[in-house]
């Protein structure tokens, strides 16, 4: 796992049920490449796509934990924040805490709602 860094938040994203299924996070000073370090450290997971240099696709890293599919992406390629949730199935899953929690212990702030 990287050493904590100060420079991005996370915002959690909910469903009717007030239940997170996805968040994001800052980008601004936080590569694509920090956030595959910070996912291939979770204990249990499986990175089945990693971000390729100099790359602007939407959907840039892909990663299994236990029976379901997460990705990263960055909508339209040049957005401020980067979308992290399960893609099958989709909606809220269990797992997603696990993921959640190591983004809060990398940022080292309280994530926002």
Do not use: H
């Not at 980008?27 to 920090?34: G, K, S």
């Not at 939407?58 to 339209?76: K, Q, Y």
């Amino acid at each position: 796992m990287p050493s904590v860094v100060t420079y991005f938040r996370v915002y959690d994203i909910r469903d009717r049920d007030g239940r997170v299924f996805a968040f994001e996070v800052d980008n601004t000073f936080f590569a694509r490449v920090e956030l595959a370090a910070v996912i291939s450290g979770i204990p249990g997971v499986q990175v089945t796509k990693k971000p390729r240099r100099l790359s602007s696709e939407d959907r840039f890293c892909e990663w299994r934990l236990g029976n379901i599919m997460f990705a990263a992406e960055e909508p339209f390629g040049d957005n401020n924040r980067f979308w992290i949730g399960p893609i099958a199935p989709t909606g809220w899953v269990p797992e997603i805490e696990i993921v959640r929690a190591a983004f809060l212990r990398a940022s080292g702030r309280d994530p926002i709602s």
